[in-house]
């Protein structure tokens, strides 16, 4: 329940003390199991070394324990988390054998396409950090034409995310552009606003440096991405959502200078400032959850504050599930008040909220939605 709250430190002390209860009274099965979720939640929390070592344990388990007819989907599951980890320390060519292994059981010897498209997809990603982009075109593409065929249209836009990142990098925009737009249509029309937020940042990524349309892009996917993760704190635990915002930060403070958006560029630098998110020249590593968990070589992201500058939303909130992607029907708030915000963001806002029938306009120092501002795009390609 830990983990799917999205209490990730919980949960993993919870998972490791119910492994050790169950090897200490001769459970070794469901030892392994829990090894293997305990496996899960530390990738999450970036910590991939660890990791590694409990997924080795319970492969070990479960080659002791399961009969035959177990063994090769237990070992498949476990290949997809090892592989996971490995791509976390960087050993791209250790994690694809381990997907490629779990891909052959999934395709032959217990046929199940939908989990060999999952595979494709993150042999995918796996070959696109090695810098394999064809590889990695190929893998998102056979993944996209499953998830289509059988209406699978949230997978889909993971795949089309993927996609138009091979693109980006391999200098087309036009075709960038077109699967992120793809992407963020059913993020869109589904409410995976985190989805959402990230799908347009990268379109935004797709503009030349110093293009305006590059900065009003990532400047709302940046601005939402803060609210949604300031407001959800089993998403800023994770350790890919904090370098993924911390990312952000970069580009978008960047962009700002490239653009001459020096009053921008100052109003963004201070709201990190304040917020506590700008990152230190060399932070203190925080200790680890376990003292077996010490992994010296991974990177350090500075964690985001769970619930800095989070103002209450004007509208029911619904609940969320630990899932990033899970959908929300009341789009996530920020307070724009204090620290200072873009103007011409909260101005933006507001007519929005004004053209929607608002009966009191907000002001400044009330709370807006920064969700509509994603819907801002250039006005046509170039």
């Not at 829990?34 to 070394?49: D, F, H, K, M, S």
């Not at 020249?281 to 991974?298: C, F, G, I, K, L």
Request: net charge negative.
């Amino acid at each position: 329940m830990s983990f799917q709250r999205g209490e990730l430190d919980v949960a993993a002390q919870q998972y490791r003390e119910a492994a050790d209860a169950l090897l200490r009274d001769g459970f070794r099965r469901h030892a392994a199991d829990t090894l293997v979720n305990l496996g899960a939640v530390l990738i999450e929390l970036g910590r991939p070394r660890p990791a590694l070592e409990h997924l080795d344990q319970a492969g070990d388990l479960y080659r002791e324990t399961c009969d035959e007819g177990e063994l090769g989907g237990k070992l498949a599951e476990l290949d997809q988390n090892t592989a996971l980890a490995l791509a976390g320390v960087k050993s791209f060519e250790r994690a694809r054998a381990h997907l490629l292994s779990a891909l052959r059981h999934w395709q032959t010897d217990d046929p199940s396409p939908e989990r060999a498209a999952r595979i494709n997809h993150n042999l995918g990603l796996v070959a696109f950090r090695a810098g394999n982009l064809p590889e990695a075109q190929l893998r998102y593409s056979r993944a996209l034409e499953h998830f289509h065929a059988v209406g699978n249209e949230h997978e889909a836009a993971d795949a089309r995310l993927g996609l138009g990142t091979v693109a980006r990098n391999r200098g087309d925009g036009g075709e960038a552009r077109a699967n992120f737009r793809q992407a963020q249509e059913h993020y869109r029309r589904t409410g995976q606003w985190l989805a959402y937020a990230q799908a347009s940042f990268n379109e935004g990524l797709t503009y030349p440096s110093d293009s305006g349309h590059r900065f009003d892009l990532l400047a709302g996917a940046w601005a939402a991405m803060q609210s949604m993760s300031w407001r959800l704190s089993h998403v800023s635990e994770r350790a890919g959502w904090r370098a993924a915002l911390d990312h952000a930060n970069d580009e978008v403070l960047e962009s700002a200078r490239r653009s001459g958006r020096t009053r921008q560029f100052v109003e963004l630098l201070e709201s990190l400032r304040i917020a506590g998110t700008l990152r230190r020249a060399a932070p203190t590593r925080p200790p680890p959850a376990h003292p077996s968990e010490v992994d010296r070589d991974a990177p350090f992201v500075e964690p985001l504050p769970s619930m800095t500058l989070s103002a209450g939303p004007l509208t029911p909130w619904a609940p969320s599930s630990a899932a990033d992607e899970a959908p929300c029907d009341a789009p996530p708030w920020i307070d724009c008040g204090w620290p200072p915000t873009l103007v011409d963001v909260v101005a933006r806002a507001e007519e929005i909220i004004a053209v929607a029938g608002a009966t009191t306009p907000p002001l400044r120092r009330g709370t807006v939605s920064l969700i509509p501002l994603l819907h801002r795009h250039p006005p046509a390609d170039q």
